[in-house]
């Protein structure tokens, strides 16, 4: 069992930047892959970036060059640096736990966190 906690979130103006904090506990944290989803308000989850067991990463297009994903196993915590904010990156985040060894579907992760809003003004 991986829980997982959220936070770092909050209102901040287009162009700004937030660090997002996804704190781990349970299981041994480093043999997941560590990935960051998102959902607005009528819309379906959707991937944004993972960080893999081997400390390799990925991106959605949509964040690609903006948003940064890393880990620190010491602390079993994993970030998300997102800097250049865009209104439409206004969403609910969600950081998630799997064992797939490629996982950008909300279907291949196991365990989830409640979630952190970010808001965007233009």
């Known amino acids: 069992q991986v829980q997982l906690v959220e936070s770092g979130g909050g209102l901040v103006q287009a162009g700004g930047s937030l660090r997002l904090y996804c704190a781990a506990s349970?299981?041994?944290?480093?043999?997941?892959?560590m990935g960051w989803f998102r959902q607005a308000p009528g819309k379906e989850r959707e991937f944004v970036a993972v960080i893999k067991w081997s400390g390799s990463t990925f991106y959605a297009n949509s964040v690609k060059g903006r948003f940064t994903i890393s880990r620190d196993t010491a602390k079993n915590t994993v970030y998300l640096q997102m800097n250049s904010l865009k209104p439409e990156d206004t969403a609910v985040y969600y950081c998630?736990?799997?064992?797939?060894?490629?996982?950008?579907?909300?279907?291949?992760?196991?365990?989830w966190g409640q979630g952190t809003q970010v808001t965007v003004s233009s």
């Open positions: 349970g299981r041994t944290f480093s043999s997941y892959a």
């Open positions: 998630a736990a799997g064992r797939s060894p490629a996982p950008v579907r909300p279907s291949q992760y196991d365990y």
